[in-house]
């Protein structure tokens, strides 16, 4: 329910209200770049630091930004931040190899940031005291294609809750599991 809430919140503020907008306040047409192949998708298949199966993420383009959907099993209970991460390689047992953040526009981290947010940059899973979680939530402005650029990217579960504001990385913690991007 907060993830829905906090979803409709940063999809509310990040949106132009050009419907309100008097008619002179409109800006000139600029030139449209050409929009991402709708259906495009790609998944990562994780694993935890002892090469354990957790689940999958699969990332679905759509018109202004990627869906995402998890099935996630076997990790700890409590809040656990999940980032897209900028290189596709996912070495254990600290996945330190898949880098920093997916962040292309080079912004600051967090969701809540004023300066932010990485293309990387999701919201927080509550994994449930069974240790498993499924979630689906929308990423505004990413693009399935760029996670796809010469080093590829990751998805890395962190053992602590992203705190949505602290740059680099939301005071996360630990990377607890990771998997490659792939079509």
């Given at each position: 329910?907060?993830?829905?809430?906090?979803?409709?919140?940063?999809?509310?503020?990040?949106?132009?209200?050009?419907?309100?907008?008097p008619e002179k306040a409109i800006p000139p047409k600029a030139e449209t770049k050409?929009?991402?192949?709708?259906?495009?998708?790609?998944?990562?298949?994780?694993?935890?630091?002892?090469?354990?199966?957790?689940?999958?993420?699969?990332?679905?383009?759509?018109?202004?930004?990627?869906?995402?959907?998890?099935?996630?099993?076997?990790?700890?209970?409590?809040?656990?931040?999940?980032?897209?991460?900028?290189?596709?390689?996912?070495?254990?047992?600290?996945?330190?190899?898949?880098?920093?953040?997916?962040?292309?526009?080079?912004?600051?981290?967090?969701?809540?940031?004023?300066?932010?947010?990485?293309?990387?940059?999701?919201?927080?899973?509550?994994?449930?005291?069974?240790?498993?979680?499924?979630?689906?939530?929308?990423?505004?402005?990413?693009?399935?294609?760029?996670?796809?650029?010469?080093?590829?990217?990751a998805v890395v579960v962190h053992a602590k809750q992203d705190d949505y504001h602290?740059?680099?990385?939301?005071?996360?913690?630990?990377?607890?599991?990771?998997?490659?991007?792939?079509?």
């Amino acid at each position: 329910m907060m993830i829905r809430a906090l979803l409709l919140a940063t999809a509310l503020t990040t949106t132009p209200a050009l419907a309100q907008m008097p008619e002179k306040a409109i800006p000139p047409k600029a030139e449209t770049k050409p929009a991402p192949k709708q259906g495009e998708m790609a998944k990562a298949m994780l694993k935890d630091a002892q090469g354990k199966d957790v689940g999958e993420v699969t990332f679905e383009q759509a018109p202004t930004g990627v869906l995402v959907k998890g099935s996630l099993m076997g990790l700890p209970a409590g809040e656990h931040a999940i980032h897209i991460h900028e290189t596709g390689k996912c070495e254990a047992p600290e996945f330190k190899t898949a880098g920093g953040h997916f962040n292309p526009t080079k912004k600051a981290h967090g969701i809540l940031s004023p300066k932010g947010k990485h293309e990387g940059d999701l919201p927080n899973l509550h994994v449930e005291q069974d240790g498993n979680v499924k979630f689906d939530f929308f990423a505004t402005g990413s693009k399935v294609k760029a996670m796809f650029d010469k080093d590829g990217s990751a998805v890395v579960v962190h053992a602590k809750q992203d705190d949505y504001h602290s740059d680099p990385a939301g005071d996360a913690g630990g990377r607890i599991a990771c998997g490659v991007v792939e079509k």
